[in-house]
């Protein structure tokens, strides 16, 4: 049982529009959802996170939208840099535990 | 501050053989959780530790176990080998400030089982 889901393993985009990543999750225990980056031969980078109390969250260019009557959140990333070219993971938790879920990615590929 | 160091980066066993993988925290967490990722899975949490305490475990078998030293430094050991426990295994620690389940990943250990 796959309780959260990346449905696009790629995306491709061009620097300086937009990127959109997605995810949908079927737990409704959540009451956290965070978003890391990772590059090759390194490990996960958190990015930003949500509580499920919020519909948004901003950090700069990062900015997660969560939908809870859909059960999905979404990444979105202005202006896209060739620097953000990476694997994008989406992770849910509940009750602050350290105990992620996370979903298989999606390697975002920003083209200068 | 140093981040969470992982040993060894790289390892080759056979079937059947032992592991030993090593973590030490980012100072001052006193927080360690194991993942392990394979193309197939993705990240698949493994288990957690706190104050030496096994906290939470996910769905693995019992040929993967861990612990945690007083100074937070864990080690994970997965035994009688199989070649689809060919993984990255990373560590990440965590200060369990604000509840936000932020986690800080280390590089992890690539394991070939051949």
């Known amino acids: 049982d796959q309780q959260v889901k990346q449905n696009s393993p790629s995306l491709s985009v061009q620097e300086g529009r937009i990127s959109i990543l997605n995810c949908d999750y079927t737990?409704?225990?959540?009451?956290?959802f965070l978003w890391y980056k990772k590059y090759p031969a390194e490990g996960p980078t958190f990015l930003i996170s949500i509580s499920s109390i919020k519909d948004k969250n901003e950090d700069g260019r990062f900015t997660v939208f969560l939908n809870k009557s859909a059960k999905h959140l979404s990444l979105h990333i202005v202006p896209s840099q060739p620097g953000d070219s990476a694997v994008y993971f989406c992770?849910?938790?509940?009750?602050?535990?350290?105990?992620?879920?996370f979903g298989k990615g999606t390697k975002l590929t920003v083209n200068p | 501050k140093a981040g969470v160091t992982q040993t060894p980066r790289y390892l080759i066993k056979t079937r059947g053989q032992q592991v030993t993988l090593s973590c030490s925290p980012i100072?001052?967490?006193?927080?360690v959780s194991w993942y392990q990722q394979t193309p197939g899975q993705g990240l698949q949490f493994l288990f957690e530790?706190?104050?030496?305490?096994?906290?939470n475990k996910g769905n693995f078998p019992g040929r993967f176990s861990g612990r945690q030293f007083s100074n937070s430094r864990s080690e994970m050991n997965v035994s009688t080998l199989e070649l689809g426990d060919s993984a990255l295994y990373l560590c990440?620690?965590?200060?369990?400030?604000?509840?936000?389940?932020?986690?800080?990943f280390g590089e992890g250990s690539r394991l070939t089982v051949l």
């Open positions: 990440a620690s965590s200060d369990r400030g604000p509840l936000t389940g932020e986690l800080f």
């Open positions: 100072s001052g967490h006193r927080s």
């Open positions: 992770a849910g938790t509940q009750g602050g535990s350290e105990k992620l879920v």
């Open positions: 737990n409704s225990m959540f009451d956290y």
């Open positions: 530790y706190f104050s030496e305490t096994q906290r």
